[in-house]
């Protein structure tokens, strides 16, 4: 105990005092529970404070979680507020058994301004579009953003309503505006009280505040609550205050290059199939694509799954579970190369039909190890993909550059769906396993 104790100490003095996010796993690697902290090193070796009263601060699970704990890992980030987003992601990527929060598919919020209207809308949302607009976020604090958005239609004066407003349209001369054109906080385009054009320049002067830091605006809201305050009249002072906040709010927020959430955008299956064809140079629209990963903990109970899609939507009775058999030891290109070898040897057969195509969990030396196990079944595999995760770059079969698509392609979206629901599919049975094994 004593060995464990002093091997978690020299790992919390190793951790950086900046911001980021911990994970903290038990001894066979897995994580049980990850954290976010401005300050990593304060934040974990509180857990491990010999005077810390943990069953009474913080509660009996996590007396037990931390008894349990055998190694620490982290990832250091610029900024609280990237701790955080990263903290949700992996959240939601790995579902640790102690983290109660954020294991539910609700995202962060966007602030989304249409491009290709006449007049541009500007909404909060949490599922953007993935065309036709440009999004600001994601913002880490969704009421703060709600306020800072009533206090900058109140300057710029931009439409928040879901009409399909037309330059063109003559029916607007007799349309009726809403409330927010009389007490001035829209300019009615709906009703045609402004030009395309004059529109347009209020849409710019908003675009570029949310993207500057906002400092002669915020430095002159300060002057106006320091001299209501002066005057004494606290409710006004009250008043500037909230927007102060409320605008400062909008420098809470991620990157949308490094921070994008996936399952925030609706993804339309039959334009993901149709852009994967042409990316792929496919002669016709693939239909049928099944996906490939591996789960294993240092070797131990290692397992695989397979999943099938027809039509871009999960078809699940074509699922199929694989208990690694030939494979000694953590070795994630043999563990590939068997289940491709175990599913595809039917088809190669004539027994069964090949998908489409065939997307494998991984790079180009996962790629690699399931070409050379599907060349051995006897027959020339179909279209073989791999999605490798940090750059999510899509390695194809005859190519030694992967490609890479924009974030907010319909088929990237499309094959990540794939791979994370084969991945969700791998883990599922791998801790069916090693359940089972802990019973035995």
């Given amino acids: 105990m004593r060995q464990k104790t002093g091997k978690i100490r020299e790992q919390i003095a190793g951790l950086p005092k900046g911001p980021g996010v911990y994970l903290l796993k038990d001894a066979k690697g897995v994580v049980s529970y990850i954290g976010k902290a401005n300050n990593l090193r304060a934040r974990v070796a509180s857990y491990f404070q010999k005077g810390a009263d943990l069953e009474n601060s913080r509660g009996p699970a996590i007396v037990n979680m931390i008894r349990q704990v055998a190694e620490i890992d982290f990832l250091q980030t610029e900024s609280e507020v990237e701790a955080l987003l990263i903290e949700n992601r992996l959240i939601k990527d790995t579902q640790p058994r102690y983290n109660v929060r954020l294991v539910d598919g609700k995202t962060f919020p966007y602030i989304e301004i249409t491009t290709k209207e006449d007049f541009p809308r500007v909404r909060i949302t949490r599922q953007p579009e993935a065309k036709g607009v440009t999004l600001y976020g994601p913002f880490t604090a ?38 927010l054109y009389s007490i001035k906080q829209c300019t009615g385009p709906c009703a045609a009280k402004v030009s395309k054009k004059s529109y347009r320049l209020q849409i710019d002067r908003l675009r570029q505040f949310i993207s500057s830091k906002r400092s002669v605006v915020l430095r002159q809201l300060n002057k106006e609550m320091e001299a209501a305050a002066a005057k004494m009249d606290y409710e006004e002072a009250g ?34 199939l149709e852009e994967l064809g042409k990316v792929l140079g496919l002669r016709t629209v693939p239909r049928v694509m099944e996906g490939v ?43 590939i190369a068997e289940i491709l ?9 004539e027994h069964e039909l090949y998908p489409d195509v065939i997307l494998i ?16 079944v006897g027959k020339k595999a179909p279209m073989v993909i791999s999605l490798a995760k940090r750059e999510e ?3 194809v079969q005859g190519k030694s550059k992967p490609i ?17 629901e084969a991945h969700r599919f ?15």
């Fill in 341 to 349: 070898s175990r599913r595809y040897r039917l088809a190669g057969e």
């Fill in 426 to 440: 791998a883990q599922q049975y791998h801790h069916i396993l090693r359940k089972k094994k802990t019973f035995e």
């Fill in 239 to 272: 008043r500037l205050r909230d927007e102060i906040r409320a605008l400062e709010s909008l420098a809470k927020r991620g990157r949308i290059r490094d921070e994008l959430q996936p399952e925030s955008f609706y993804q339309d299956p039959a334009g993901g």
């Fill in 293 to 335: 990963d591996v789960a294993d903990i240092s070797g131990q109970e290692s397992c695989g799954s397979l999943v099938r899609f027809i039509d871009g939507k999960p078809f699940k009775a074509g699922y199929r579970r694989f208990k690694i058999k030939t494979v000694q030891g953590a070795d994630d290109y043999a563990s």
């Fill in 404 to 420: 890479r698509l924009g974030r907010n392609s319909a088929a990237l979206k499309l094959c990540q769906r794939i791979r994370d």
């Fill in 361 to 376: 969990d991984g790079g180009l030396g996962q790629l690699r190890a399931g070409l050379a196990a599907l060349d051995k």
């Fill in 142 to 179: 969704g009421a703060e953003l709600r306020a800072a958005l009533v206090i900058l239609q109140k300057v710029f004066k931009f439409r928040t309503c879901s009409l399909n407003i037309r330059e063109d349209d003559q029916k607007r001369r007799s349309f009726r505006p809403c409330l």
């Fill in 393 to 395: 770059e899509i390695y």
